[in-house]
């Protein structure tokens, strides 16, 4: 996905995350709600009816899945304690594994339940139960080499796996859409 893509996606989530936030005082925001208005702008978008939509709505949530396996992206963002790195307190973002060189855990865990397409509830894809293969590996301190590098080695295969996938649902999707449709997936980073 380009930087671009990428940029507009975010902003758009972003503007309609602000509705939502809004909400703030009365409790925490409605991630169905923000879910369900990004997908509208997105059929808005594409000017498709109903029927038309229950051909590409699962077609785009299956890329947009596909599309977070196949990235990597940096999920546990760490921040070091006055010892700094190999020693003191770690803060790690949602996810993150403990430093290499120790010291003390603070956060971590498993990445919280996304917004988006799936949800939750939904079962993890191959992907996301190889890195946390890996994250359970990487906290465990009696742990091998050899056992990071099969882990490792495992999560790499999957997300290959999800490339070659996610090129393979990309060209279903062109196959049933307009070239102007087309256009607006690329646009939203959807195509490549």
């Known amino acids: 996905m380009s930087g671009k893509s990428l ?15 809004a909400q703030a005082d009365n409790g925490p925001p409605d991630f169905e709600e923000m879910r369900q208005r990004a997908e509208q702008h997105v059929k808005d978008l594409l000017d498709v009816k109903d029927e038309e939509w229950k051909v590409l709505q699962p077609k785009l949530q299956k890329i947009q899945q596909l599309q977070r396996d196949a990235t990597p992206r940096a999920m ?4 070091f304690g006055p010892d700094g790195p190999g020693g003191g307190r770690v803060f790690i973002g949602p ?13 971590g ?9 799936g949800g939750p509830d939904q079962p993890h894809s191959v992907v996301q139960e190889k890195l946390n293969d890996l994250r359970e590996t990487l906290q465990n301190k009696d742990s091998t080499p050899d056992d990071v590098k099969a882990k490792t080695q495992a999560l790499r295969e999957a997300r290959a796996q999800a490339k070659a996938d996610l090129a393979k649902a990309q060209e279903d999707l062109v196959a049933v859409v307009t070239p102007r449709q087309e256009a607006v997936l690329l646009s939203l980073g959807y195509l490549e």
């Open 7 to 21: 940029f507009a996606i975010l902003l758009f989530v972003a503007g309609s995350a602000v509705p939502a936030l």
């Open 76 to 79: 546990g963002m760490m921040m």
């Open 95 to 107: 996810g993150g594994a403990p430093p290499p060189g120790g010291g003390e855990v603070i956060g």
């Open 109 to 117: 865990g498993p990445p919280p339940g996304g917004f988006g397409p």
